[in-house]
């Protein structure tokens, strides 16, 4: 069977899929032209984030039985269609959310600690002026507001009790009780957003969510809060985030994912000193690339040959397959 990969996948995965009889073929021009041409008769697509499957897409696809994201999130694939055509929609649901945790950890050491400055005054030889630096913080006993207590969220708050601060949690879909036994305590939306010295956002981008952080959130924070979004763009809106850095109102913020992927060159949060940018490569250890390319190629061939060993979890609109 034919699988088409869409963006750059490491070679673990293209092994999976040839040791299990499987033909994969790379993609490199996402057109929408190209993207009808070379997927027509595919059975299978990986897909990373750079191309949209848009239902005028898809609907040329006269084989197409999965689409395996390689990630999780899969606001770039058009579900209802998917459901409708009863073609499945597979996620690497167990790879990645040790990476981002790691880059959520990251990000609040490197807002509060000066590294960068540290690092070019010492360069400079001005080691003597190492009292000119701002004032350097903590997290030790800090309030850490996590938004989404899914399998990301969950691995980041593990992650901050190791650092001994106080974790809230901020998830209306999830149980308290599965909240308060491993010692976080849940917290409602507003008084989280008040009360936090560092927030971390880990949701999915839809309806609900789109500006779930804007003008009138950051206008309730702390004035030494210091943000971090790596779930979506637009979940945290980018005005509303470009008003309160540049006049000072919060201490920092990290973004890996923004309104417009990739964002346009002058984008004016590029100018601010008090914000860490990164690619949308929170996820993208080599470590984690493997395992996705792997966890991405089983969902296929298990989905289509041997669903006693697929990962069910992994399968987004399973139930239309009744399973
Ligand atoms: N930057 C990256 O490279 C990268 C990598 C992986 C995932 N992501 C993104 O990170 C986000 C989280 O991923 P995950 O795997 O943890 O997802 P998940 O589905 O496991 O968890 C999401 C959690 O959000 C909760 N939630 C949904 N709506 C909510 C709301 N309105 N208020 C509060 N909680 C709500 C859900 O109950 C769930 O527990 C997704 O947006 C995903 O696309 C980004």
Not at 62 to 69: L, T
Not at 189 to 204: M, N, Q, R, S, V
Request: charged share 25%; with cysteine.
């Amino acid at each position: 069977m034919k699988i088409a990969i869409i963006g750059e996948m490491h070679p673990d995965g293209w092994e999976t899929l040839k040791k299990n009889d499987y033909k994969p073929y790379e993609i490199t021009n996402f057109s929408k032209d190209n993207l009808k041409k070379e997927l027509q008769d595919t059975d299978g697509i990986i897909l990373r984030t750079a191309a949209n499957l848009t239902s005028d897409v898809l609907k040329d696809c006269n084989n197409i039985k999965i689409i395996a994201r390689h990630g999780v999130g899969y606001d770039n694939v058009d579900l209802e269609f998917l459901n409708k055509n009863k073609i499945a929609l597979g996620i690497t649901g167990t790879s990645n959310a040790v990476s981002v945790a790691e880059q959520v950890l990251t990000s609040f050491l490197f807002l509060t600690k000066n590294v960068n400055l540290s690092d070019q005054l010492t360069r400079r030889g001005d080691f003597k002026q190492k009292s000119s630096l701002p004032d350097f913080f903590e997290l030790y006993k800090k309030n850490v507001v996590i938004f989404g207590f899914g399998r990301i969220g969950k691995e980041v708050a593990k992650r901050c009790l190791g650092f001994d601060t106080n974790v809230y949690v901020h998830d209306p879909f999830v149980n308290k009780s599965d909240i308060e036994k491993f010692n976080y305590k849940p917290i409602d939306k507003i008084e989280g957003i008040k009360f936090a010295d560092y927030i971390t956002i880990h949701l999915p981008l839809n309806e609900d969510t789109k500006n779930f952080i804007g003008a009138a959130e950051f206008s309730i924070m702390k004035n030494t809060a210091i943000i971090v979004n790596s779930a979506r763009g637009g979940i945290v809106n980018e005005q509303a985030l470009f008003d309160v850095l540049k006049s000072k109102k919060i201490l920092g913020a990290a973004l890996d994912v923004f309104e417009k992927e990739p964002p346009e060159k002058d984008n004016p949060l590029f100018d601010l000193p008090n914000i860490l940018l990164s690619p949308h490569n929170a996820a993208l250890t080599l470590e984690c690339r493997k395992r996705m390319a792997i966890e991405s190629a089983e969902n296929i061939i298990n989905f289509l040959n041997n669903k006693e060993k697929l990962n069910r979890d992994n399968i987004v609109n399973r139930k239309i397959f009744n399973f």
